[in-house]
């Protein structure tokens, strides 16, 4: 059954000079939250590289969270919480990968240095999914289980605004231009297909 997926997007201009935000919420045409949706924004130049740690863990034979987001050159890690051997692979373009039976945390992270979707998923138990969506900016967020989500600190300029869903009908996320002043408020609305989306995991 599809669903249609509706953001409703403010970019607000906070007091500080050359930095805005971009408050995001989605949700449904029946006005139930959406989380999980990814937005980020890409310059139209370089964009900065920002240090960030991140980690994908395996508790109660589920990975959390369901979604992650990352800047392309991250490094991930994937501590196995449970008692029990999992094995995390992925067979995505971005990054086919494979830590075989493990507990614990893996020594070395994964350097996710290409964008795009990267399915996770474990070869012992087969109802493990997640997603890792690596993005070419460090302006990025992920709406919460209120569908809401913020991105902080943008310099003033011109940006392509993209949305991504991974139970998302396109093939590709929707994209919105915008330029950004340090004095002015740009609303921006638009909806997309979405499938069958699966239950947030609870730690």
């Known amino acids: 059954m599809r669903n249609a ?23 449904s045409p029946e006005g139930a939250a959406i989380a999980d949706a990814v937005a980020y924004a890409l310059p139209r130049g370089a964009a900065p590289f920002r240090k960030r740690e991140a980690q994908v863990e395996q508790v109660d034979k589920q990975f959390v969270p369901l ?6 050159g991250t490094a991930v890690q994937f501590p196995n919480r449970d008692q029990i051997r999992h094995h995390v692979y992925s067979f995505s373009p971005p990054k086919p990968f494979e830590l075989k039976l493990y507990v614990g945390t893996p020594v ?39 569908g809401k989500a913020r991105i902080e600190g943008l310099p003033a300029g011109e940006y392509d605004v993209k949305l991504w869903h991974y139970a998302q009908g396109l093939p590709a996320p929707d994209t919105r231009a915008v330029k950004l002043r340090a004095d002015e408020t740009v609303p921006a609305a638009w909806t997309i297909s979405v499938r069958r989306m699966l239950p947030r995991p609870e730690r």
Do not use: W
């Open 5 to 27: 997926l509706r953001l409703l997007a403010l970019l607000a201009v906070p007091g500080t000079l050359h930095a805005a935000t971009l408050e995001v919420e989605a949700r």
């Open 67 to 72: 979604v992650s987001v990352v800047q392309t």
């Open 108 to 146: 070395a992270p994964l350097v996710f240095d290409k964008p795009g979707e990267v399915v996770l998923g474990c070869n012992i138990h087969d109802h493990m999914i997640a997603y890792v969506y690596v993005v070419d900016t460090p302006y990025f967020a992920k709406t919460g289980a209120d």
